[in-house]
């Protein structure tokens, strides 16, 4: 859709939802219906001056006249318009900042919901499905809760759902999300028949059969095409026919039956559906002459595909799309096959020079946003320490970088003394590994968005409780009962508490990465250290669950020399874990013995090891996962509190003192670790 009808869109639906019309009678820009703030962005936006727009955003926001949501949406419209997409991504961190139960204006809550399903798209598009299908579900309940509507009933995100799960082999599951988006179009064209509602559902509907065309399920693509010429029929008998829309969709639909032609072998259907798709005004827009490549491409036309991305640069500058890692894999990599396989070797050599100088400059681009990023969330130390490991990573990736041109340029050259046969094997390889760089670095970079979304999430909660408790104390016209005083007292020493052991964990995950070894020159018990374990881990007093401490006859009297404090705490992180992931979702009472979990301490002495097992009765561990859950920042379940890290402090402390902690994956009740420690006399 062109950037002013995106805008027209948007503005639509901000109109509906913040007046009164019906379907009938709605229009655009009309002053009363929209904010002064709204109508200001959205006239700047339509002239697609992106700088000016950002600018105008900044002001208004300044001024205290946009709320969050409002913000993140008109950014992410914003930044997608220059096709800045990590930019955008990058917004989506704030969204946790956003109280749904909170929000009372229908057009701030579709803004909201804007943002979501453009995260999620985005997600998707990474090829990161699973966290895609994470991500719907859970702002969707957390949608319901607030009393809002469904957020995976909506058609474009149950779409984007069935896009995820089509890909990840669900298929059954894939058709049930689509059917789904299905109804809620129906739902919307017996309510609305406006020409906009056509053209966006039509998109919808296209979109579901390029996704069954791309996976191969032709099959199941062929009804999806009846549906969107039934969508064009409509569109174009309509009385306030769109000449625009109409256009728009003929291209889109002659462009997909195109495609499906050409993979069923119905060559002359093909053309001419392709053909049908070059006679509109929308093929002929630059970004259409560069995405309408790829059935030049399937069909071996290499040279119409090679001239038409020799306009590449030209739309890049005029769209303002950035030169990132994924713009790369989209755009410059296609160009550079095609000049390849057209027989252009001059071309295709200076392509894969771009690709070499954009790949490394995209990757500082990329690496310096993930450092500012960071630098949010640590203190002045950990800034430096981030800053000075992310230039000794960037240097390395930089030589990387260079490396790759060099060994590009040099392929090259030997194309004109040996055969072409051999060329273009060395061609695809560089290609390849173009491609696994590129996959290598968005890993990178979600690994680390997702733990600062996890950092920022655990200091977040226990800080917005003290904030609020504060303001409560601290308002002069507020009288507050004793008990009322000990309830708030007790909030603000478990949440202070709670950063303290956040703390805590981050200062123990950096020395344990500082020192080699740890010297131990305490003699104790084993029973002595199991007991401050379970003092210092609370377990005696979870609500939730039974706790029994089990002693060999072996250790009853059996001294050992350790490092007290560090034994402590590596069987305390242990208790800790089985606390909560014993826990039932946000349990605040005291059960029945009968509902409650279990866990158990056995402590005993074998082989000359003092062995430690704490078992419990939770949602336990797959084995293939045994070794992944000792990494730094893994949670297999993203819906429990924590950073990821306890148990990789557990194993590192071990460890250095000579010992181990493992997870016993013949145990199927639950989760059992084991932590062993050398038996060494005084």
Partial sequence: MPIHRLFVAVALGLTVLCGCKSGKDRTVGEAEELTPTDSLILAVGDTRDVPRLLAVIDSVEQRGELTLAKSIFFRTVAYNMQGEYRSSFELYNLLADIDVKAIKDPSELECFVYSYDNYVRLLCDMRRYDAALREAYAVDRELREAGHPSFVDRPNIARTIGDCQLNLGQTEKAADSYQRALRSIRERLATYQDPLDYRECQQTITAIAMAYIHAG??????????????????????????????????????????????????DAFAEHAYQDYLSTNTA????????????LMKTHRYSEAAD?????????????????????GRYMLPKYRANLLAGRKDSALNVAIQIAEAYDSALIRQKLGDAAILSTVFDTEGKERQIAEQRAELSHQREVGIGIGFMLILIFFGIYTISRRQAYHRLDATNRELLIANEKAEESARIKSKFIKQISHEVRTPLNVLSGFTQVLTAPDIELSGEELQSINQKIVENSERITRLVDKMLDLSEVNNFSIIECHDTVLPIEVADLAIEKSNILTAPHLQFDLKLMPSVEAEPFVTNCKSAVKALSLLLDNAIKFTRPVDSKVHLDEEHQAHVTLQVDVQQKKVVFVVEDTGIGVPAEEAEHIFEEFVQLDEYYDGTGIGLSIARSLARHMNGDVVLDTSYTRGARFVLTLPLKHA
């Fill in 217 to 266: 399920y032709y099959a199941e693509a062929v009804p999806w095409m009846t549906l969107q010429d039934s969508m064009f029929e409509a569109a174009e008998k309509h009385p306030q026919r769109d000449s625009v829309y109409v256009d728009e969709m003929k291209a889109e639909i002659s462009y997909c039956k195109a495609l499906l032609a050409e993979a069923q072998g119905r």
């Fill in 284 to 295: 002929k827009s630059l970004g259409n002459i560069i995405n309408g490549s790829e059935f």
């Fill in 308 to 328: 038409n991305y020799s306009r590449l640069d030209q739309f890049m500058q005029e769209s303002g799309t950035e030169t990132n890692l994924e713009n790369i």
